[in-house]
C-alpha cells in the first residue's frame, strides 16, 4: 500500500472520500500495525454497510479479522455482538484474544461449563449455547447486532452440524450474520442460501495463501521438491495451472517398483518357500546391494525426521500421524533417541507454563496421568496433542506451541480443526487414515485442512507440507492432492425430536414446516432436482403440443390410443417373460449337456447339427459355453446367443476317453460316427414347447380391450395411423413425465416430510396434541423434551417421564446417563459391558425397553430407527461419583485421561437438562448431587473439554 507522499492528488482525494464512507473502517484497521488484504478491507466494508457477510479463505489467511470488525462496529454502535466458535478450547482462545483488546469488563464467555460475564456487550459462546438461548427467548438476546459464527464449515458436521442451520434461519432479520469459512468449492452455493434465509449477504472469496506453501516428499532422510518448478501454492485463483511432477521422484517410484518386483520373484530356501536365506551368504555383494537399494525406499525413523526438519530449519512442525497410540509413541520414540530440541531458557519458560496448568492437581493425579513422562517430551520440545491428552495438557501444549517454545507436536486431524497452532512445515506421515469403518485415502480438502498450518502469517516468508515416502507411493497422486482444491460444503441437517417441539412452542406447524424448508439441506436437495424439474416441465409441455397434433374429431384418440397402448403392454411383458424363461431354460439346458450329446444349433456361426465334446466352462457375462464340432469337423465354443429357441438333445454318440480335438484323424473319425448317427434321426422337426405366453387372464383382459377398440368412434377414422403416430409420441412423454414426476417428488419436500414423521411420533405419545385443522400444540411432556438436546433426546424424556431414573444415588444415575452420551472408539468394544451393579442394571434394562418401545412407534410412522445404548463408560463414571481416585478410575479400564474427561463432562451435560427438564424434585436434587461430585479435579479443571473425537489406524 503505497505512502501518502507517494500518493497522486487523484489517488489521495479516491482514499479521502474511502475513509468517509468507511469511517468505521478506518478506526479500525489504525489499531493494527499492518495493512489489511484486499478481501478483509471488502469483506469490512460490506459488514459496514450493513449488509451480511460470507468469508471463505484459506486456514491461517486472517479471516477473523472481519469477525473482529462486526465487534468493533457492535461497540460503537452500542449494540451486542456474539461470536460463536464450534467448540469449547476455541471459545476460550477467542474470549482471551477479545478481553485483551476491548477489555474483559466488555467481553463475556458462554460455554456450558463455563458463564463469564455472560451480560457483557461482546460474548464468545459456543453454537449450541446461542441456539439454547434462542429457543428459550433469553432476554441476553436484546439489543443483539450482530453474530459471527466462526468455522461455519462445521456445518457438514454430521452431529453438531444442524446447530448452525437452526441459528442462521432462527436469528431475527435485524441481526447481521458474519459467516467465516475455510476455502469450500461451493461456497458462491453457500452463499446464495444465506441470501435467500437472510436478505443480502455479499460472499467473499480468498483462495490466496497469505505465506507461499512448498510441496516435499522425504525419501529416506532425503527431502525432495514434490514439483519439478517447486511451484509454491500461493494464489489458487488459476484452477487451470498444472505443474510437472518432480522426475526424480518419478524414477525412485519406478526403482522402487523394480527392486520389489525382483525381490518377490528370488527364490526363498530351496523350496520357494519359508524364510529367505542370507543375502550376503547366498548372493555376495549383489544382494547386499539391493538390500541397501530397499533400505533407501523405507520410511525414516521419526527421530530422524525430525533431525532432517531441524537441520532445514524447518520447526517449528505438526507431524500428522492419524492414530493417538502413534503420537503417543512418536513422543517416546523421540525420548528414546535422545531427541532434545530447546535451549536451557525455553526450558524454564515451559516448566512455567506447565506447573500452571497442573496447578491444584494432586501428585496422585499427576503420578495417574504419567505426568513426569509427559514433562520430559515437554521440555525436550515435544508433544502429541489428541482427543485422549487430558484438556489441562492440551491447553497447555497450545500455549507453548504458539510461544514457539515447542517445537515438534505429533497430532491427529482433530488440531488442524479451529485451534490457532500454526508452523513452519506440516508434515503428514501417511495419506490414509481410519475413518471409524474402514482405512481411506485422504481427500484433496482434507489435505488443504491439514498442510493449511504451514506458514506463520508475519513471522514465516514461507510453509513447507512434507509428505513422508512411503512403499508403493505414486508421486502423481501426492502431486494430484497437493494441486486440487476441491471441499464442498453438504448440509447434515435434519429435523430432530427436540427441534420440532422447540419450534412448534414458537409458531404453527405449517409455518415451521415452511422454516424447515429454508434449511440449507432443503437448498441443495432443490438445487439438484432443478436440472429434473425443467426436463419435467419441457416433457409436460412436449405432451400437450404431441396430443394436440393427434386430435380427431370423431372422438378422444388418446383414449383410443391408450386401449392400443395397454394391449401392447400385455403381449410385450408376455414376450418379455416368454425370452426370460426362454434363456433362463437355455442356460439349464447348455449347462446340463454332457460329452456325446448331439444336438442343432439353430443360428450362430456353429448352425447345423453338433456333438457336444464338452460341457466347457461358465462365464459370468455369458453364460455356459460347451465345446462342440460341427459335421464339418470345425470345432468351437457356443453361447447363449447361438439358441433363439430350446436346444433339444436328438441323440447320443460314443466320444473317445483320449480324443484329441486338434488331430485331424480324431475329428474324421467323430464326424463320421455323428453323420451315421444323423442318418437314423427322424427328419421331422421336433416342436419346443413354449413358456411364458399369454394366461387366461391376459387373454380375456386382450379380448375385452379389443372390443372396447372396434366399438370407439376413432377406429374407423380414415387418418387414424396418422392419429396413432402422434399419439405414440404423446404417450411417450406421459411415460417420462411420469417417471420425472415420481424422481422430483422423491427428493423435494424431503426435510418437512421427517418433520412430518417426527410429528406423527410425537402425537403417539402425547408430547404434542392436535390444535385446530391442522395444528399442534406443545404438551407439558413436550415441554420437558424441549430441555433435551442429547442425540437420543426423545428417549431421555420418556425415561424421565417413566420414572426410570428415579430412586437411583448419584453414581447410580451417572451410570445409567453416561448410556447416552459414550460411544466406543475402535479398540474399546472389549471394555465392560456390565452396569456397576443389580440396580443401575436393573435401570438400564427399562431404559432398553423404552427404547425399544419407542422404536416400535417409530416403525410404525416409517421413520428410521438407531437408538444404541452402549453401558462402557458406566463403570468410570459410578466410581468417579462414587469419590474414586483418579488412578483407579483409569487403571480400570486402561481409559485415556482425556477420554475419562469428555465423558465424564459429557455426563455432566446431560444431568443438568435432566435436571431442567425434570423440574423440582428427587430427581432434579440427585442430578444437583452428580454435577457436585464429579466436577472435581481433572474434570473441573478442564474447562475447554475436547468435543472432537479421532480414530485410530
Not at 507461499?212 to 532422510?221: D, E, I
Not at 453364460?623 to 429357441?645: A, N
Not at 366399438?711 to 404417450?731: I, Q, S
Not at 406421459?734 to 414423521?757: G, M, Y
Amino acid at each position: 500500500m503505497a505512502s501518502a507522499e507517494e500518493l497522486s492528488p487523484a489517488e489521495a482525494y479516491a482514499r479521502f472520500r474511502h475513509h468517509q464512507a468507511f469511517p468505521e473502517l478506518r478506526d479500525f484497521a489504525n489499531g493494527y500495525g499492518f495493512d489489511f488484504d484486499e478481501y478483509q478491507v471488502e469483506a469490512c466494508q460490506a459488514v459496514e454497510g450493513g449488509s451480511g457477510v460470507l468469508v471463505a479463505a484459506p486456514t491461517g489467511a486472517g479471516k477473523t479479522i472481519v469477525g473482529e470488525f462486526a465487534v468493533h462496529l457492535a461497540l460503537a454502535q452500542g449494540r451486542k455482538a456474539f461470536y460463536t466458535t464450534p467448540i469449547k478450547a476455541l471459545s476460550n482462545q477467542k474470549y482471551n484474544d477479545l478481553c485483551e483488546r476491548h477489555g474483559s469488563d466488555r467481553v463475556g464467555l458462554l460455554t456450558g461449563d463455563s458463564s463469564i460475564n455472560s451480560e457483557a456487550p461482546v460474548v464468545v459462546m459456543t453454537t449450541e449455547v446461542l441456539r439454547n438461548m434462542m429457543y428459550a427467548g433469553s432476554p441476553t438476546l436484546r439489543g443483539l447486532g450482530f453474530v459471527v459464527m466462526d468455522e461455519v464449515h462445521y456445518l457438514a458436521d454430521r452431529f453438531r452440524g444442524p446447530v448452525w442451520e437452526e441459528i442462521i434461519i432462527g436469528l431475527p432479520d435485524s441481526v447481521q450474520l458474519v459467516c467465516l469459512s475455510a476455502t469450500v468449492s461451493n461456497a458462491e452455493e453457500f452463499g446464495g442460501w444465506l441470501a435467500e434465509v437472510r436478505g443480502e449477504m455479499e460472499v467473499v472469496v480468498s483462495e490466496r495463501r497469505p505465506v507461499p506453501l512448498y510441496q516435499h516428499v522425504m525419501v529416506g532422510n532425503r527431502l525432495m521438491d514434490l514439483f519439478a518448478d517447486v511451484a509454491p501454492t500461493a494464489d489458487l485463483e488459476d484452477r487451470a495451472a498444472t505443474y510437472d511432477v518432480n522426475p526424480a521422484l518419478v524414477r525412485i517410484a519406478k526403482e522402487e517398483s523394480r527392486v520389489v518386483r525382483d525381490d518377490s520373484r528370488r527364490p526363498r530356501g530351496r523350496s520357494g518357500k519359508g524364510k529367505r536365506t542370507s543375502g550376503t551368504a547366498q548372493y555376495g555383494g549383489g544382494a547386499a546391494r539391493e538390500h541397501q537399494e530397499r533400505s533407501r525406499y523405507r520410511p525414516a525413523h521419526r527421530a530422524e525426521v525430525v533431525r532432517v526438519l531441524e537441520r532445514a530449519d524447518l520447526l517449528p512442525a505438526i507431524v500428522f500421524i492419524f492414530s493417538r497410540q502413534g503420537c503417543d509413541a512418536a513422543v517416546r520414540q523421540l525420548q528414546a533417541a535422545h531427541v532434545h530440541l530447546t535451549a536451557p531458557d525455553e526450558e524454564a519458560a515451559i516448566l512455567a507454563i506447565a506447573q500452571r496448568h497442573v496447578q491444584g492437581f494432586s501428585p496422585e493425579d499427576l503420578q495417574a496421568l504419567g505426568y513426569e513422562l509427559f514433562l520430559d517430551g515437554l521440555l525436550r520440545g515435544v508433544a502429541a496433542h489428541h482427543a485422549g491428552v487430558l484438556p489441562a495438557l492440551k491447553e497447555c501444549i497450545e500455549e507453548c506451541f504458539e510461544a514457539g517454545l515447542i517445537k515438534v507436536v505429533f497430532a491427529t486431524e482433530t488440531l488442524a480443526l479451529g485451534i490457532n497452532m500454526p508452523a513452519r512445515s506440516v508434515v503428514i506421515e501417511k495419506l490414509v487414515k481410519y475413518n471409524g469403518e474402514a482405512h481411506v485415502d485422504i481427500t484433496p480438502g482434507e489435505y488443504t485442512q491439514l498442510t493449511g498450518r504451514a506458514g506463520r502469517r508475519r513471522i514465516d516468508v514461507e510453509g513447507h507440507a512434507v509428505v513422508i515416502w512411503q512403499p508403493g507411493m505414486d508421486p502423481r497422486a501426492v502431486a494430484g492432492l497437493a494441486s486440487r482444491r476441491t471441499y464442498p460444503l453438504r448440509s447434515a441437517f435434519r429435523p430432530t425430536y427436540n427441534m420440532a417441539v422447540n419450534m412448534l412452542n414458537r409458531m404453527p406447524r405449517s409455518q415451521v414446516r415452511t422454516v424447515l424448508e429454508l434449511s440449507f439441506a432443503q437448498f441443495q436437495t432443490d438445487r439438484s432436482v432443478v436440472g429434473l424439474a425443467r426436463r419435467l416441465a419441457r416433457t409436460t409441455g412436449d405432451h400437450d403440443d404431441l396430443a394436440a397434433q393427434a386430435a380427431c374429431d370423431r372422438g378422444d384418440f388418446m383414449e383410443y390410443a391408450r386401449l392400443r397402448e395397454e394391449i401392447h403392454l400385455i403381449e410385450t411383458t408376455a414376450v418379455k417373460q416368454d425370452k426370460a424363461f426362454r434363456r433362463e431354460e437355455t442356460e439349464r439346458l447348455l449347462t446340463g449337456l454332457r460329452p456325446g450329446d448331439v444336438l442343432r444349433v439353430p443360428s450362430g456361426r456353429s448352425q447345423g447339427w453338433v456333438v457336444v465334446l464338452d460341457n466347457g466352462h461358465i462365464d459370468p457375462q455369458q453364460g455356459p459355453r460347451p465345446t462342440v464340432m460341427t459335421v464339418d469337423r470345425q470345432v468351437r465354443r457356443l453361447s447363449l446367443t447361438d439358441f433363439p429357441s430350446l436346444p433339444q438333445v436328438a441323440g447320443k454318440v460314443r466320444v473317445p476317453k483320449h480324443f484329441q480335438s486338434r488331430d485331424p484323424s480324431h475329428r474324421h473319425s467323430l464326424a463320421a460316427a455323428l453323420r451315421q448317427r444323423l442318418d437314423q434321426l427322424d427328419p421331422t422337426p421336433q416342436r419346443t414347447r413354449t413358456e411364458g405366453s399369454l394366461n387366461d387372464k391376459e387373454r380375456a383382459r386382450i379380448a375385452e380391450l379389443r372390443d372396447q377398440l372396434a366399438t370407439h368412434p376413432c377406429h374407423t377414422c380414415p387418418d387414424r395411423e396418422v392419429h396413432a403416430r402422434w399419439a405414440e409420441k404423446a404417450l411417450r412423454a406421459e411415460k417420462e413425465a411420469r417417471q420425472l414426476e415420481h424422481q422430483v417428488a422423491r427428493r423435494t419436500r424431503s426435510i418437512a416430510d421427517r418433520f412430518d414423521k417426527i410429528c406423527t411420533v410425537l402425537g403417539s405419545l402425547d408430547y404434542v396434541r392436535a390444535a385446530g385443522t391442522d395444528d399442534l400444540e406443545v404438551t407439558k411432556e413436550g415441554r420437558t423434551l424441549a430441555q433435551i438436546y442429547s442425540e437420543d433426546d426423545l428417549v431421555v424424556a420418556e425415561c424421565i417421564r417413566d420414572g426410570a431414573f428415579d430412586g437411583l444415588s448419584a453414581p447410580q444415575l451417572a451410570a445409567v446417563l453416561s448410556v447416552f452420551t459414550y460411544e466406543p472408539r475402535k479398540g474399546d468394544e472389549h471394555r465392560s459391558q456390565r452396569m456397576p451393579d443389580l440396580v443401575t442394571h436393573e435401570a438400564y434394562e427399562n431404559v432398553g425397553r423404552i427404547a425399544r418401545r419407542i422404536a416400535l412407534v417409530e416403525r410404525d410412522a416409517r421413520l428410521e430407527s438407531g437408538v444404541e445404548l452402549p453401558p462402557g463408560f458406566a463403570q468410570p463414571a459410578f466410581d468417579w461419583c462414587a469419590g474414586r481416585p483418579l488412578a483407579e478410575v483409569l487403571g480400570r479400564g486402561e481409559m485415556s485421561a482425556g477420554d475419562f474427561v469428555r465423558w465424564a463432562r459429557l455426563v455432566i451435560d446431560l444431568t443438568d437438562q435432566v435436571a431442567t427438564a425434570a423440574g423440582p424434585g428427587d430427581l432434579r436434587d440427585t442430578c444437583h448431587e452428580v454435577r457436585h461430585r464429579m466436577q472435581r479435579g481433572v474434570v473441573d479443571a478442564a474447562i475447554s473439554a475436547p468435543e472432537d473425537e479421532d480414530w485410530d489406524g
